[in-house]
């Protein structure tokens, strides 16, 4: 299962967003200096959200018998992580005075890389498959 590179791309983008369920979001500062942490688990559409693309990656990593399907199932869980993402960017901006957010802001931006570098490799080993296959009928004749 681990032999092949985009399951790697897909173990690394699925512990980003697992490990967003303990990072800390966000912390909020108030006028007497003391600091209110929000978690990303404490939000209900980031919890949706992320218990979503666990879900997606899971699928994507057991499928790695078949190339296709692990492709398609990436590039859901990458279009997925770029909207977990704008959703984040929209809260960013919304409240960019009042908060000082975290780097694990980003992780859902690098698991979407992740995400699509995986498909791409998936789709290449399928086209890969599929012509020496074709090679081999051709061959036989």
């Not at 498909?119 to 890969?128: C, G, I, P, R, Y």
Request: charged letters at 15%; glycine letters at 4%; aromatic letters at 14%.
């Amino acid at each position: 299962m681990w032999q092949r590179i985009q399951t790697l791309y897909l173990g690394v983008a699925t512990a980003l967003i697992f490990s967003m369920f303990f990072c800390i979001f966000a912390t909020i500062v108030g006028p007497d200096g003391a600091e209110v942490t929000i978690r990303y688990s404490e939000k209900m559409p980031y919890l949706v959200l992320m218990i979503m693309l666990i879900t997606a990656h899971i699928a994507a990593c057991a499928s790695f018998k078949t190339f296709f399907l692990q492709a398609r199932v990436s590039a859901i869980a990458g279009l997925l992580a770029i909207g977990f993402q704008i959703w984040i960017g929209i809260d960013f901006f919304m409240n960019r005075n009042i908060m000082s957010f975290s780097v694990t802001a980003l992780f859902p931006l690098v698991a979407a890389f992740l995400d699509f570098l995986a498909a791409k490799k998936s789709m290449v080993d399928e086209m890969t498959l599929m012509a020496v296959k074709s090679a081999r009928k051709t061959k036989k004749r």
